[in-house]
């Protein structure tokens, strides 16, 4: 089992960093006893030194090889789609994501246009000194669903200030054995082949919008839906997945009506 662990905190050894590194304790853990190799590949965001979304559409119209920033972020994209597992921290700022993760996730606005992560699961972790509204994790689970995620959690942490190690064992020790042990599980049984009905909603209207459209810029991504053979009429989402007939006839029907009015 390969995971890649984001975090999107410039504060070194904060609590976004400590909650990720427990859960991460917690997957090695559950490796060992159930006879499975865990292995992480750590990103923290603020080492990339990563350039703004400068709004060429490049990225859309040619391949994201021709973004102008050249850093390190085709990199981390590589990372992510060589591992089967994302588990994806930030911290909660004015009630979103870090500056670091907007960033990443606009960087990576190609993918919602090409979206080559179906098949993988996801994990959204954001920490926040009182309490959060919950906006910054639908940030996160938002560009994670579009670009094909299963996602298999959604979890803020209280966390004050600084987060003491003490602290932190007496009060989350049950919710991160919790969280990591729903996340290992969907790993290890390929839940993410059994996409929900919303996943299979969105395929559905994407895949109308991609049949439509004639644009001449949006033919490189277009030609992926083609190339890929997802414009199929027998073809219901980015992969072969194992969604009961019921709920992906009737994800089918509600996609096509909402393309109806929107695409």
Not at 2 to 22: D, W
Not at 249 to 257: P, Q
């Amino acid at each position: 089992m390969n995971v890649v662990s984001i975090v999107s905190s410039a504060r070194r050894n904060g609590n976004t960093g400590r909650i990720a590194g427990a859960i991460e304790k917690e997957l090695l853990s559950l490796g060992q006893k159930h006879g499975e190799t865990v292995s992480f590949e750590k990103v923290n965001l603020y080492d990339l030194n990563l350039g703004y979304c400068r709004g060429c559409r490049a990225c859309f119209e040619k391949g994201e090889v021709f973004c102008p920033c050249k850093d390190t972020l085709l990199t981390v994209r590589d990372k992510i789609l060589g591992a089967d597992a994302l588990l994806l921290s930030s911290p909660v700022y004015v009630e979103d994501v870090s500056g670091l993760l907007k960033t990443f996730i606009d960087r990576l606005a190609f993918l919602s246009y090409r979206p080559v992560c179906a098949g993988k699961t996801a994990l959204c972790i954001t920490s926040s000194g009182v309490g959060s509204s919950g906006h910054a994790i639908k940030t996160m689970a938002r560009a994670l669903g579009i670009w094909g995620f299963h996602i298999c959690g959604r979890h803020n942490f209280r966390a004050g200030g600084m987060l003491q190690d003490e602290y932190m064992r007496s009060r989350y020790s049950k919710k991160i054995k919790k969280i990591a042990a729903g996340f290992f599980n969907a790993v290890r049984v390929k839940k993410a082949l059994k996409p929900s009905i919303l996943s299979l909603i969105v395929f559905t209207v994407q895949q109308a919008s991609w049949r439509k459209t004639k644009e001449p810029k949006m033919a490189y991504s277009r030609a992926y839906w083609k190339d890929k053979g997802l414009l199929g009429k027998g073809v219901s989402f980015y992969i072969p997945h194992r969604a009961g007939p019921v709920k992906t006839a009737a994800a089918r029907a509600i996609g096509k009506l909402i393309a109806l009015f929107f695409v």
